[in-house]
């Protein structure tokens, strides 16, 4: 069975899922989203998904449809896939005349993507992968808010397009005075003595649910987990990297490429023993999530 799309009151096949040329979301990008998996056919995190689109949105002084108008479609979207998914919720500030004022909106526009869920191959997360810091620098808090999951992503679309030109699987970001931020659509954690270590929100990045619940998870299973400044050359002193976000979930990095092409192996070359025992935790969490 194929992707489904939600759209316009009710689902479709994706194919024939059509949104007008004049959508603010299509001239602008002005629209928020959100991007989730689901276990056992239910959505993973949906509140907390829902939490931060509103979140998103307020930022952008953008009206969101009813909330239970969104959970309806995103469920009978799911449904209509029939497998397990990858569920792609979208917002539009709507069609309008063309102009910036977001005052020519007519009104909000939901767009609900589900398709059966492909998971990144299991040797990526048995042998682990590659990230390469990468030029293009994290939007500073005071531009466009990395809080803001928004339409407009061609920051992480330069970044992952540096790191794949340098043979990495994820971009990383630094902020504008170097510290590191975080992936192109990923969190990043480092372990260190034990500890697991993240970049703190002040940087500018996406406070991710898996990031939340992988700290909690740890937390859980007797690892402590801090909001640290992180620079890049303390990936390279690292026991452990690992990366994270809703579909992937935690994914082992054995290697960060910095200046040299070949790049920096992080401890042993492979994924460490806390990783595993992180990402276990948080599997557990979001299986019933
Ligand atoms: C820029 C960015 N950071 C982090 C994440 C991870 O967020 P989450 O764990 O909520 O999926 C994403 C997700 O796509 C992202 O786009």
Same mark, same amino acid.
């Given at each position: 069975?194929?992707?489904?799309?939600?759209?316009?009151?009710? =689902?479709?096949?994706?194919?024939?899922?059509?949104?007008? =040329?004049?959508?603010?979301?299509?001239?602008?990008?002005?629209?928020?989203?959100?991007?989730?998996?689901?276990?056992?056919?239910?959505?993973?995190?949906?509140?907390?998904?829902?939490?931060?689109?509103?979140?998103?949105?307020?930022?952008?002084?953008?009206?969101?449809?009813?909330?239970?108008?969104?959970?309806? #479609?995103?469920?009978? #979207?799911?449904?209509?896939?029939?497998?397990?998914?990858?569920?792609?919720?979208?917002?539009?500030?709507?069609?309008? *005349?063309?102009?910036?004022?977001?005052?020519?909106?007519?009104?909000?526009?939901?767009? =609900?993507?589900?398709?059966?869920?492909?998971?990144?191959?299991?040797?990526?997360?048995?042998?682990?992968?590659?990230? @390469?810091?990468?030029?293009?620098?994290?939007?500073?808090?005071?531009?466009?808010?990395?809080?803001?999951?928004?339409?407009?992503?061609?920051?992480?679309?330069?970044?992952?397009?540096?790191?794949?030109?340098?043979?990495?699987?994820?971009?990383?970001?630094?902020?504008?005075?170097?510290?590191? #931020?975080?992936?192109?659509?990923?969190?990043?954690?480092?372990?260190?003595?034990?500890?697991?270590?993240?970049?703190?929100?002040? $940087?500018?990045?996406?406070?991710?649910?898996?990031?939340?619940?992988?700290?909690?998870?740890?937390?859980?299973?007797?690892?402590?987990?801090?909001? $640290?400044?992180?620079?890049?050359?303390?990936?390279?002193?690292?026991?452990?990297?690992?990366?994270?976000?809703?579909?992937?979930? =935690?994914?082992? $990095?054995?290697?960060?490429?910095?200046?040299?092409?070949?790049?920096?192996?992080?401890?042993?070359?492979?994924?460490? *023993?806390?990783?595993?025992?992180? @990402?276990?935790?948080?599997?557990?969490? #979001?299986? $019933?999530?």
């Amino acid at each position: 069975m194929g992707a489904k799309v939600w759209i316009d009151g009710g =689902v479709i096949d994706a194919a024939a899922a059509r949104v007008p =040329v004049f959508d603010r979301g299509f001239l602008y990008g002005d629209s928020v989203y959100e991007v989730l998996r689901t276990f056992g056919g239910r959505p993973c995190f949906l509140d907390e998904h829902l939490e931060r689109l509103a979140g998103s949105a307020a930022r952008l002084q953008m009206a969101l449809p009813e909330r239970a108008a969104i959970v309806r #479609a995103t469920l009978d #979207a799911i449904g209509a896939v029939g497998v397990e998914c990858y569920v792609r919720i979208v917002v539009t500030r709507g069609s309008g *005349p063309i102009g910036l004022d977001p005052s020519l909106a007519d009104e909000p526009r939901l767009v =609900v993507l589900a398709q059966p869920l492909v998971l990144p191959d299991e040797a990526l997360y048995r042998d682990g992968v590659a990230l @390469a810091i990468v030029g293009a620098r994290r939007n500073a808090p005071g531009t466009l808010d990395p809080q803001v999951k928004s339409g407009n992503y061609l920051n992480s679309v330069l970044a992952i397009s540096e790191a794949r030109r340098k043979g990495a699987y994820e971009a990383l970001m630094c902020d504008t005075v170097g510290r590191l #931020a975080e992936g192109s659509s990923s969190n990043l954690f480092a372990v260190r003595a034990g500890r697991l270590a993240t970049p703190p929100l002040s $940087v500018g990045l996406l406070e991710g649910i898996t990031r939340r619940h992988v700290m909690a998870a740890a937390r859980r299973i007797g690892v402590s987990a801090d909001e $640290v400044q992180l620079w890049p050359l303390d990936l390279v002193h690292a026991d452990e990297v690992f990366i994270t976000s809703s579909v992937r979930g =935690v994914m082992p $990095v054995v290697r960060v490429v910095l200046d040299r092409p070949e790049g920096e192996t992080i401890g042993d070359g492979h994924p460490g *023993p806390i990783t595993r025992r992180v @990402a276990d935790a948080y599997l557990d969490a #979001a299986r $019933v999530g």
